[in-house]
């Protein structure tokens, strides 16, 4: 989950939401630089960032008791397991998106768990050979990683209310087609980015987010039941082409 102090206690979003946050920028793409095979690309985006762990014990917070962002959390070995084989599931591209993410997330934690170095090798070995398989390039396969990858980030952003006052800029990361794209928030409101990847000149994105007002728990279970009493609040951006 992502985690936000505000004035009233903390805001929080689920990751899984995050994804559908991820989604709706993804599918403003402009039309004529979509990556193959995009509705299967889509639902990549939408769920690269689920099968989190059940909530128990207290892996949601920290010592004292309060939320952890997602951020904070050590890798979950179940989680990347559970999202490897999941994603299988669906179909191959789909697997071969989510399995390269999983490596460039984990990849420079190699070392940090016994474990990890053979589940790593096992994913280079999935993608070597479902790329084989769906007869694709190496070539379409990193385009459509890095539209899921810049979409993630700009999706982070927002969720993490890290747009910056004054119409400062801020880089979203290189996209698909390597260039470095900026993001401001206007004056006005409407957030822009720079240069303009989408295919309408304005359009409305949104995600789900839940305002707790207690400040510390015991364990997972009682922040878990205080969310699904909290009021949820969903946050909305206008993105206009500057």
């Known amino acids: ?3 936000n ?12 939401a995050h994804g559908v946050l991820a989604v709706q920028i ?6 004529a630089f979509r990556p193959a095979r ?6 990549a985006v939408a769920e690269h960032d689920d099968a989190q762990e059940d909530w128990e014990g207290r892996s949601h917070l920290n010592e004292n008791g309060t939320p952890l962002n997602f951020d904070q959390k050590l890798f979950s070995f179940t989680q990347m397991q ?5 994603s299988q599931h669906k179909s191959r591209w789909i697997a071969l998106l989510i399995s390269r993410h999983l490596s460039f997330l984990y990849e420079p934690l190699r070392d940090a768990d016994k474990a990890l170095p053979a589940f790593l090798d096992e994913q280079r070995a999935r993608q070597e050979r479902w790329t084989a ?4 390039k190496p070539a379409e396969v990193q385009y459509a990683y890095d539209l899921l990858q810049w979409c993630d980030q700009f999706s982070l952003i927002l969720c993490k209310n890290d747009l910056p006052t004054g119409e400062r800029a801020l880089e979203i990361s290189k996209g698909p087609d390597g260039k470095v794209y900026q993001v401001r928030q206007l004056s006005d409101g409407p957030v822009t980015v720079t240069p303009w990847p989408f295919e309408s000149p304005e359009f409305e994105v949104n995600v789900e987010s839940t305002l707790v007002k207690q400040l510390q728990f015991k364990n997972d279970q009682e922040l878990l039941a205080v969310l699904k009493a909290s009021q949820v ?5 206008q993105l206009r082409k500057g």
């Open 1 to 3: 989950m992502l985690v």
């Open 5 to 16: 102090h505000v004035p009233e206690g903390w805001e929080i979003i689920h990751q899984r």
């Open 26 to 31: 993804a599918a403003q793409w402009k039309a």
């Open 38 to 43: 995009w509705v299967e690309t889509l639902l």
């Open 82 to 86: 559970r999202i490897a084989e999941l």
């Open 133 to 136: 398989e769906l007869g694709v």
């Open 233 to 237: 609040q969903p946050k909305v951006w």
